[in-house]
């Protein structure tokens, strides 16, 4: 069974700053891989996803994310991050052609 | 296309009681999917449909509840004698079928419930 750990709980950044979300997955093949965010009290939206093909994919809002398949990550990363972005951010994989399991999360604070 | 919607947002109940909570898809896909998220977890696989199939139920779904998908669109998921242990953030997601169309699921608002 797949598995995914998100290892920090939360994360406090200054607007302006860069951002970086690590996820590191557990399954024996390719994954299909995805972060959403979770603003309070809403449901999740879709930032990026991998299928296959150039590791490094291009999300929403400035999102980006890239695949390590050695180091079985897929860390999301942001160059310049907004207070819009204050939220919590979810690593998905996906396999067996239905469940996505996913992290316990990673809450992000924005500081002016 | 509106995206998915749950209805209601919200349901306040009494230990005991049953409550239902409905899920409509994308118009287009035919895969729907139930999770449960706890607070400060992530969502936990609960069930899923292809069209009016209930393909898989997770183990977390206990006796107690119920879902159904009559005519492949719309989904309910039903508790009964409700616990408090059940309060939670109840997801509902679509789909395309087959391969990684499975695997892109699409969200809607969610329906949270408290059991008091």
């Known amino acids: 069974a797949q598995s995914v750990t998100q290892p920090d709980i939360h994360i406090t950044v200054s607007e302006g700053a860069s951002l970086e979300l690590r996820c590191n997955y557990s399954?024996?093949?390719?994954?299909?891989l995805f972060w959403y965010v979770q603003s309070p009290g809403q449901g999740l939206q879709l930032l990026l996803k991998?299928?296959?093909?150039?590791?490094l994919v291009q999300g929403i809002k400035g999102f980006e994310a890239e695949f390590k398949r050695s180091q079985s990550s897929f860390n999301l990363r942001k160059p310049s991050v907004h207070w819009s972005d204050a939220a919590e951010y979810f690593c998905?994989?996906?396999?067996?052609?239905?469940?996505?399991?996913f992290g316990a999360g990673t809450t992000v604070t924005v500081r002016a | 296309d509106t995206g998915v919607s749950q209805d209601p947002r919200h349901k306040i109940t009494k230990r005991g009681q049953n409550v239902t909570f409905r899920c409509d898809p994308i118009?287009?896909?035919?895969?729907l999917y139930w999770y449960r998220q706890t607070l400060g977890q992530g969502p936990e696989f609960l069930t899923y449909?292809?069209?009016?199939?209930?393909?898989?139920k997770s183990r977390l779904l206990s006796d107690r509840f119920s879902a159904e998908r009559p005519k492949g669109s719309f989904s309910t998921l039903e508790i009964q004698r409700t616990e408090q242990g059940d309060s939670a953030m109840y997801l509902c997601?679509?789909?395309?079928?087959?391969?990684?169309?499975?695997?892109?699921?699409?969200f809607g608002p969610g329906t949270r419930l408290t059991v008091l």
């Open positions: 998905a994989v996906g396999a067996n052609d239905y469940k996505l399991s």
């Open positions: 399954y024996g093949a390719t994954p299909y």
């Open positions: 118009s287009e896909h035919n895969r």
């Open positions: 449909f292809q069209n009016e199939a209930q393909l898989e």
């Open positions: 991998y299928f296959s093909g150039d590791t």
């Open positions: 997601a679509s789909s395309l079928a087959g391969g990684a169309a499975a695997n892109e699921q699409f």
